[in-house]
C-alpha cells in the first residue's frame, strides 16, 4: 500500500531523513518509536506533502502512485490522512463547518456528490458519540481553547469522519488521560481492516497494549535503524535505545 | 486657496455657478444662499492634499483637473434589477437613488412610514422650516462635507417620533447606472431620532458604469436619549469610482449608535464616521471589513468624540489585501477632560494576502481624562501558514482552504448581526469577493 524508498528530506536546507525506507502493507499496522528529534514528525510530514519539506531524493508510492507530485489536498483525497502531533487552531471555523468542507471536499476529488445534510449530521453524531465528544465541541472554532487532550480526541473524530484507507497518527497518545487513551485505542482499532493500514508514532509501550502492531520500527538520526514485531517495544520500554547503539542525546 | 497642503478647487467653482440653477430646489432663495454658503466654506481650504495628516494615504489628486458634469437620468431601469440589489426577505420601506436623484418609480415609501421618511427634496418644498433646521449647522464640518451640500442633488431624510420604533429595517439603495453622463453624484441625508425612537437602514452603494465617478454620500445624524440606531452599509462600486461617504453622529444621553460597513468595491473608497458623545452613557460600536485588490484602496478614517462621563465606545476593523490591493485604518479617539469613566476600544487586524499589497494602520490616542478604559490594537499578518497546511491535509484544496480562513477572519466583524438576510449578504459579498481572487 504505502513503499517508502531511499527517502531523503531537507527542511530549512537542513537534512532530516537520510534515506529512509519502509513498506506497509493493506491491514498492517505499524508502529515507529525513535528519540525526539529522530525525524519522525517530519516523516508524517513528507508522507501528507507538507510544504517546505523537500524530497531530494528518494520516492513515496501509494497504491502504486507517486504522490509526491500530489498536493497535500490531494493525498488526503486519495485516502491519506494525518493525525498531528499538535493540531492545529482555527479561529473562526467551527468544527462543524471545517468537516463538512473536508468530507465534501474529499468526495469531490472522487468525483462523487456533496453529502445530503442530514446524513453528514447523523455520521459526526455517532462518531462523536464513540469517541465520547461532547457534541458542544462541535460547534467551537476548530481546536481554540481546546485542551491537549480534546484536542487528539478531536483528531480521531476527523479520522473516524473522512475514514482514510492510510492514517499517520503522529503521537495520539501523547497528551490523554487513562480512559481517553482506552476511547482512542478502541477508535484505532475499529479502523483496522484488511484494506486499511496504520502507521502510528509513538513513545509508549501503553499505547501498543491497546493496538498491537505488526511491526515496530525505530528510527533514528533520519533513518530506520532497526524493525522488528511488537516485542522490540517491549524491549525498548525497559532498556531504552542505548541497547541499539542510540544515543539519545543525540537524535 | 493659498495652503499649499490643499489642492486648486477653483474647477469647483466655475462648477457650481455653472449647475446652481438646475439643482434640486434651485428656485428657492434661502437653499441658494445656503448652498453658495456652504460652497464658500469648502473654498476656504478645497480638496485636502496628502500631506494633510488625515488624507496622508488617500491621495485626492486624481480631482484636481477633472471637469464635472451633473445630470438627472432618464433611462429607464427593470424593476427586477433593482430587485437585485435588494436585500431578499425584507418588507420595509425602500428608497432608491439612481444617479444621485431620488428615484419616485422605485422608491416605494410604506404607509407607516410616510411621515417620517421622505426625499429631501420633498421637505424643502413642503416642510421648509424643517428643512431649515436641518440645514442649520455645518461651520465645524469638513470641507468636503461643505462641497457635498453646495452641491446634493438629492438625499433622504429620516426623523423619528419619540417613542417610536420602526418594525423594519428601511433600505436605500444607492446605484449608479451605465447610461448617465453625470460623473459627480452627490447625496446629503439627515437623520434625528427623538427620544426613546429607534431605526435600522442598510445602505447598498452599486454602480455599473466602467467611466470615472466621485460619489459622495454624506449623513449628518442625531440620537437623542434613548434613541437607538443601526446602519448596514455595502459599497460594491465599480472599479472607476471615487466614493466617499462622511458621516456625523451626535449621540445624547444612553443612546445606542451601531454601524456595520463592507468596503468591497471602488478604486478608492473612503468612509469617514464622527461620533461625538454628547450624553452620559451613550453607547457606540463600529465595525467594518475592507477588501482591496487591483489596484483599489479603501481608507476608513474614524473620530470617535468623548464629550462627557461614562461613555462607551467599540471599533473593530477588518482589512483583506490582496494583490495590488491598499487600504488604511485611521482611528483616532478623543477622550475630553471631564469625560471619566470613558470605555474607548479599537481594534484593526489586516491580513496580507500577497506581497504587493499594503496596510496601514494608525490608531492614535488623544485622552485628556485621567480614568478611563482605553485599549487599541493593530496589527498586520499574513495568512496562517499551518493552519493553511491543517485545512489541505483534511482534502481541502488551496483556493477553498484560503477561502475559508479569510472569510472566518473577516467574518468576526458580522457574527452578532441580528438580521440574518443582511449577515448572510455580508458573508455571500466577502465570498463572492474571495471567489474573484486566485
Ligand atoms: N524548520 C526547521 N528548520 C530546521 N530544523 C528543523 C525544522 N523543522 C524541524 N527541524 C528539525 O528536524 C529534526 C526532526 O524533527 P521532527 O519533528 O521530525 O522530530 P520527531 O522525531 O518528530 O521528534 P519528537 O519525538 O520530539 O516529536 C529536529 O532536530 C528538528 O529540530
Ligand atoms: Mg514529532
Known sequence: MLEIKNLHVEVDGQKILKGLNLKINAGEVHAIMGPNGAGKSTLSYAICGKEGYEITEGSIFFKGKNILELEANERAGEGIFLGFQYPVEIPGVSNMNFLKAAINSIRKYRGEDEMAAVDFLKLIRAKAAELEMDPEMLKRAVNVGFSGGEKKRNEMVQMAMLDPIFSVLDETDSGLDIDALRIVADGINKMRSPEKAILVITHYQRLLDYVVPDFVHVLSNGKIVKSGDKELAHQLEKEGYAVLGIDENAA | ?438
Open chain 2, 1 to 438: 486657496m493659498s495652503n499649499k497642503n490643499y489642492f486648486s478647487s477653483e474647477h469647483l467653482a466655475s462648477h457650481f455657478e455653472a449647475i446652481k440653477p438646475q439643482l434640486p430646489g434651485g428656485d428657492v432663495k434661502w437653499l441658494e444662499t445656503f448652498r453658495e454658503n456652504c460652497m464658500e466654506r469648502f473654498l476656504e481650504t478645497g480638496i485636502p492634499g496628502p500631506r494633510v495628516e488625515e488624507w496622508k494615504y488617500t491621495n485626492l489628486g486624481l480631482l484636481k483637473d477633472k471637469s464635472f458634469e451633473v445630470s438627472e437620468n432618464q433611462t429607464d431601469i427593470d424593476q427586477s434589477f433593482i430587485d437585485t440589489l435588494s436585500i431578499p426577505g425584507l418588507k420595509g420601506s425602500k428608497v432608491v437613488f439612481i444617479d444621485g436623484y431620488l428615484s419616485k418609480t422605485y422608491t416605494s415609501i410604506k404607509k407607516e412610514d410616510e411621515i417620517i421618511l421622505s426625499s429631501l427634496t420633498d421637505l424643502v418644498k413642503n416642510n421648509p422650516d424643517r428643512a431649515k433646521a436641518l440645514f442649520n449647522n455645518h461651520n465645524s464640518a469638513s470641507s468636503l462635507f461643505n462641497l457635498n451640500l453646495a452641491l446634493m442633488t438629492g438625499g433622504y431624510v429620516l426623523l423619528i417620533d419619540e417613542n417610536k420604533k420602526l418594525a423594519e429595517p428601511i433600505q436605500i439603495i444607492h446605484f449608479a447606472s451605465q447610461a448617465t453622463k453625470s460623473n459627480a453624484l452627490r447625496t446629503q441625508n439627515f437623520i434625528e431620532i427623538s427620544s426613546g425612537g429607534g431605526a435600522q437602514i442598510i445602505e447598498n452603494f452599486v454602480s455599473l458604469n466602467k467611466d470615472f465617478k466621485w460619489r459622495q454620500n454624506n449623513t449628518q445624524i442625531t440620537l437623542a436619549k434613548n434613541a437607538s440606531l443601526e446602519i448596514y452599509q455595502f459599497q460594491n462600486e465599480s472599479s472607476e469610482t471615487l466614493h466617499m461617504a462622511e458621516t456625523y453622529i451626535d449621540v445624547e444621553d444612553e443612546a445606542d449608535f451601531k454601524h456595520f460597513s463592507l468596503n468591497i468595491g471602488a478604486r478608492i473608497s473612503r468612509t469617514e464616521l464622527k461620533p461625538t458623545l454628547i450624553g452620559k452613557h451613550a453607547n457606540i460600536e463600529l465595525r467594518g471589513a475592507f477588501l482591496a485588490r487591483n489596484g483599489s484602496s479603501h481608507d476608513v478614517f474614524t473620530h470617535m468624540k468623548h464629550m462627557v462621563p461614562e461613555g462607551t465606545s467599540d471599533q473593530v476593523y477588518r482589512g483583506v489585501l490582496d494583490k495590488g490591493g491598499k487600504s488604511a485604518f485611521q482611528g483616532r479617539v478623543y477622550v475630553a477632560k471631564d469625560a471619566q469613566l470613558t470605555n474607548a476600544e479599537q481594534s484593526n487586524k489586516n491580513l496580507i494576502l500577497d506581497r504587493s499589497a499594503e496596510a496601514n494602520s494608525k490608531p492614535e490616542l488623544l485622552i485628556y481624562a485621567d480614568d478611563v478604559k482605553c485599549a487599541h490594537g493593530a496589527t498586520v499578518g499574513e495568512l496562517d501558514q499551518e493552519a493553511l497546511f491543517y485545512l489541505k491535509s483534511r482534502g481541502l484544496d488551496h483556493k477553498a482552504a484560503k477561502a475559508l480562513l479569510v472569510e472566518a477572519f473577516v467574518s468576526e466583524v458580522f457574527d452578532d448581526i441580528k438580521i440574518e438576510p443582511v449577515r448572510q449578504k455580508y458573508l455571500t459579498l466577502a465570498r463572492d469577493w474571495l471567489e474573484q481572487g486566485e
